[in-house]
């Protein structure tokens, strides 16, 4: 199939035309987070022709994922699929012609150069703001351009920011405390309101990658259930005390305050950043009469008080407990560190 059938339509857009077609091709973009969000950003940029995208995220496919997560199917529910990898194979079908990074990790401090170095441009797919502020942080250091993006109940929100420009944290210096903000684990989520989120983002993007100099300076916000839209403008300036912009302390990119574990919001399950690889063969080996599931890049293990996934790295997510001290000693007890 030749490059003018493939995007003969959005070629003819007068606007757009070849130049921004060969833009897209030319540009990489990182996805952090391939569920609601990412995993209908990814799709339309793949579609598309961006030329190179990269997707990064943690967690499995699971049966709730289905109703609001395109790309996925029954199948990679029940195989609990890591989603990167169920995603980027399913792109790979889409558009043969562009390159799809899959990165089965967990964003934090110590990996924020090696998932995100390398790109024009990542977009915002996660559901938390530890790793949006971490986003921010690192945006704001390396000079990139990165795309905000949520939703929860009937709401959705999306907005860019712009490098010279005020980031996240001028006008939020620190995130919101948890237990302040909806998720959609707490509120709940319609499809709708997920496809409002991402067209806004696969719109910044397109702009942020074809016509730079003419990216909207807005934070939308939207509900589906009156059908209103609304836009802020964002300041133009960073602002004086930003500890980003104006101090250059980046918060979110200390390592040393990033922390070593997480409760996974509404999955009853604890990750963990250990301190050494472990060879998951061996992993499977020793634990043999549990009937371990070993795979390329991780190991499922079935125990009595619950599940251990190790991972390739040095991560790990232990399901059963949403208590940290908890977590920690069942992996010790049978993983050690």
């Known amino acids: 199939m030749s490059r003018a ?34 995993s209908r950003v990814a799709e339309d940029l793949a579609r598309s022709g961006v030329g190179y995208i990269r997707l990064v995220d943690r967690d499995f496919v699971e049966l709730g994922n289905l109703h609001r997560q395109h790309l996925y199917d029954e199948h990679d529910a029940e195989r609990e699929e890591p989603k990167v990898l169920a995603a980027a194979a399913r792109l790979s079908t889409i558009n043969s012609d562009i390159e799809i990074d899959a990165r089965l990790a967990d964003l934090d401090a110590a990996q924020a150069d090696a998932l995100l170095d390398g790109v024009d441009l990542v977009i915002d797919g996660t559901d938390n703001f530890r790793t949006r502020y971490l986003v921010n942080d690192w945006s704001v250091r390396e000079q990139r351009p990165w795309i905000y993006g949520a939703c929860v109940g009937t ?25 302040s903000t909806a ?9 709708p309101a997920v496809a409002l989120a991402t067209t806004l983002q696969t719109m910044l993007a397109f ?39 104006a101090l250059r302390t980046f918060p979110a990119l200390d390592v040393d305050t990033a922390g070593d574990a997480q409760v996974l919001c509404g999955r009853n399950a604890v990750q963990l950043t250990t301190q050494s690889e472990h060879s998951l063969e061996a992993l499977a080996e020793r634990f043999r009469d549990h009937a371990p599931e070993l795979r390329k890049q991780m190991l499922r293990i079935d125990l009595p008080e619950g599940r251990i996934t190790v991972f390739r790295g040095g991560r790990a997510i232990v399901q059963g407990t949403d208590d940290i001290a908890r977590a920690r000693a069942l992996f010790d007890r049978y993983i050690g560190d």
């Open 207 to 245: 702009s942020v990658l074809t016509e730079p100099g003419s990216v909207p300076t807005k934070f939308y916000a939207c509900s589906t259930a009156t059908g209103e839209i609304r836009s802020f403008d964002l300041p133009s300036q960073s602002a004086a005390a930003c500890p980003a912009c």
């Open 5 to 38: 059938s493939r995007y003969d339509r959005q070629i003819r857009v007068a606007s757009f035309g070849t130049e921004g077609q060969d833009r897209l091709l030319a540009s990489r973009v990182a996805i952090i987070g391939v569920g609601a969000l990412g």
């Open 155 to 179: 709401e959705a929100m999306a907005a860019a920011f712009l490098p010279g420009r005020a980031c996240l944290r001028c006008m939020f210096p620190e995130p919101p405390p948890a237990e």
């Open 183 to 191: 998720t959609c684990e707490t509120a709940g989520i319609l499809p």
